[in-house]
């Protein structure tokens, strides 16, 4: 089972900064990433799969890079709503796997 | 427009057998691609897959939970059932179904999930 670590667990950045999040493969899952968004009390939202493509009506302020066991969530400047949950999941091969998240607060 | 709605008990006892229904509408699961699947989050906690099933009825479930799920599917209902037998407090999670996209295994759509407290 492919374990997947998101670093750091918690980012504090300021309104209209740059977040940059993490997320690492224990083995390689080729472009099979998806990021999802979650805020309190809410099912998560899908952002970003394929590691880089934005889901339907995702704005462009979220980016998605990386490939084989390193990847990248980017927000290029924040936004009050952005402020959640962000997770990081696999679809590589079954077990799909998500990581433990990172959370986006407001510095 | 796809939505789905997890329903089922929001207490349960310790060694019970949980059932979880996810009723969906806005796609059907006798279309080829179409998957449905069974997510859970314990409180503070990260996101884990329990189960799928897919259109042509082939089912997938976590490594680790695997002797104790069990997925299927009412396509004239659009409903999907999860059980989950000798529930343990440490089960107690939100508990989501989500529809997996037809061409990639992410979800696309996520029921807003039910709470689900294992407590005698």
């Known amino acids: 089972e492919i374990v997947m670590t998101q670093s750091p667990a918690t980012l504090s950045v300021s309104a209209g900064e740059r977040a940059t999040l993490s997320c690492r493969a224990s083995q390689s899952v080729g472009i099979n990433l998806a990021w999802y968004q979650q805020k309190p009390g809410q099912a998560p939202r899908l952002l970003i799969y394929g590691a880089s493509t934005r889901a339907t009506g995702i704005p462009a302020r979220f980016s998605g890079s990386g490939s084989g066991t390193e990847f990248t969530l980017t927000i290029s400047s924040l936004q009050s709503e952005d402020f959640a949950v962000y997770h990081c999941?696999?679809?590589?091969?079954?077990?799909?796997?998500f990581g433990q998240g990172t959370k986006v607060e407001i510095k | 427009q796809v939505t789905l709605k997890e329903s089922g008990p929001a207490l349960v006892k310790p060694t019970e057998t949980l059932t979880l229904t996810c009723t969906f509408s806005?796609?059907?699961?006798?279309?080829?691609?179409?998957?449905v699947g069974w997510i859970r989050q314990p409180p503070g906690k990260a996101l884990e897959w329990l189960a799928r099933i897919d259109w042509d009825d082939d089912k997938f479930y976590s490594t680790s939970l695997k002797t104790r799920l069990s997925i299927s599917k009412d396509t004239s209902k659009n409903q999907v059932v999860l059980t989950m037998t000798n529930m343990d407090p440490l089960d107690t999670a939100t508990y989501f179904c989500?529809?997996?996209?037809?061409?990639?295994?992410?979800?696309?759509?996520w029921g807003q999930g039910t709470l689900v407290t294992v407590s005698s």
């Open positions: 806005g796609f059907s699961l006798r279309t080829s691609g179409m998957r």
């Open positions: 989500g529809r997996i996209h037809p061409h990639g295994d992410f979800c696309d759509y």
């Open positions: 999941q696999h679809y590589n091969d079954w077990p799909w796997t």
